[in-house]
């Protein structure tokens, strides 16, 4: 999976696969030209097949159209990153190129203007008995890439538009909520507040270090806890997905006998990054939207709507986080015994993570105070009771930071209207 992993995050992948496709193209159309067509009992229609000196002339004229595409594409690119970087968040880069969109239409033109540049290579007067289809081809090619030009340029204007940035922020958080309940559903899985204790001493203990210093982005769960059951063993995974790791930090601690021995391939089972990533780790995804949040809160943006958009669809994805509470996630055996325990996030972590900074940068903002106070009843009301005691606290916490005095008297009325529907939720009196 860590593979498939970094594959996913590597931005070359797709156009290198759709050159190589160019390519094989190129000597399957030449190979024809010259083994195949010659052969044939029967003449091509006049569309199909041109003379060679023709196909010359449109492969180069073909070749270079593409090539200028792929610059123009390549320039687009490069202005929409930094209109992320500038308006939204150096974070957010990546969900712009990382998009198979993004890459499938980079590729595209260069797969078109290799197979163009490649066909003009192997066309030569003596090597062709008669006509050739490459030229047919590379017209084909170069209307499919302009169609693609197209669809390129209306997925870059409703990219950079706001809203539909924060809706694919909160789509991937809410994926990775998606796949994290899956793996705790599981039969063998259980989520504990307090962590679980190990029924059995062991004689030994082995901390594992990383080789590397970054952020923790993946960790192999299932090969973890297939190992530590094979050789009855206890693994604890002692930082959250998503930590600053360096050389001398502790990331696994295995108790064993002292007969087992400890393969130094184990620690490879967490990957260790330069960058963070959203996968397992649904606090950075949050943390994603905070950003876009914070930059509008910002002097020079001051747009203080957007923030209130990201809190209306981070409200969504935290009340599916919080379908589990416990601060900790354990992989039983067949015996019930714990083999592998792993951190997750509390509530109060993400709510902290969520909401702190919004509610200090927007703390002379009526309407961004009215907006955390209407995210924080819609969570209460659909969440569980332990959700709510934090939420009781946390509610006090964003209120207290609140400069009042700023306040009008019509915005003192607005904003105890709000505040007496979140008292009522919570059954709490300030």
Request: charged content about 20%; glycine content about 4%.
């Amino acid at each position: 999976m860590k593979y498939l992993l970094k594959i996913k995050n590597s931005i070359w992948v797709t156009p290198v696969l759709y050159c190589l496709l160019a390519v094989l193209l190129a000597l399957v159309v030449v190979y024809t030209d010259i083994n195949i067509l010659p052969r044939l009992d029967f003449e091509l229609p006049f569309f199909l097949a041109t003379e060679v000196d023709l196909a010359k002339e449109i492969l180069g004229s073909i070749s270079g159209a593409l090539l200028t595409m792929t610059t123009i594409t390549f320039s687009t690119i490069m202005v929409v990153l930094t209109t992320y970087s500038s308006q939204f968040s150096p974070r957010v880069l990546t969900n712009f190129v990382n998009d198979h969109r993004t890459m499938r239409v980079l590729g595209v033109f260069m797969g078109g203007f290799l197979y163009s540049i490649l066909s003009l290579a192997f066309m030569q007067q003596a090597t062709f008995e008669g006509e050739v289809i490459s030229a047919i081809v590379a017209v084909i090619l170069a209307v499919l890439c302009l169609f693609f030009f197209a669809y390129f340029i209306h997925f870059v204007a409703s990219s950079i538009q706001v809203s539909n940035l924060i809706d694919s922020l909160v789509d991937d958080v809410k994926e990775e909520i998606e796949r994290e309940a899956k793996r705790i559903e599981q039969d063998h899985v259980i989520v504990a507040d307090i962590k679980p204790q190990m029924v059995t001493e062991y004689a030994t203990s082995t901390v594992l270090r990383s080789e590397s210093f970054g952020f923790i982005q993946f960790v192999d769960h299932d090969d973890l806890f297939e190992w530590a059951e094979k050789n009855k063993a206890v693994i604890h995974v002692n930082r959250f997905i998503g930590e600053f790791v360096t050389t001398t930090t502790d990331i696994l601690t295995i108790h064993h006998d002292e007969d087992t021995e400890i393969p130094e391939s184990l620690i490879g089972n967490v990957t260790i990054g330069r960058e963070q990533n959203v996968y397992q780790d649904v606090d950075y995804g949050l943390h994603k939207i905070v950003d876009v949040s914070l930059r509008a809160l910002s002097p020079g943006i001051n747009d203080p709507n957007t923030a209130v958009q990201c809190i209306h669809y981070m409200t969504e994805a935290l009340i599916k986080s919080f379908k589990y509470t416990g601060t900790y996630v354990a992989y039983k055996d067949t015996q019930h015994m714990v083999r592998l325990i792993s951190k997750r996030s509390s509530v109060e972590d993400k709510l902290y993570n969520a909401f702190s900074q919004i509610s200090f940068y927007g703390r002379q903002d009526v309407v961004v105070l009215e907006a955390l106070f209407e995210s924080m009843e819609n969570i209460t009301i659909n969440s569980s009771n332990d959700v709510k005691k934090v939420m009781k606290l946390f509610s006090l916490y964003v209120y207290d930071r609140f400069d009042k005095d700023v306040l009008h008297e019509m915005d003192k009325q607005f904003i105890n209207k709000r505040k007496t529907k979140l008292d009522q939720a919570l059954d709490v009196e300030y």
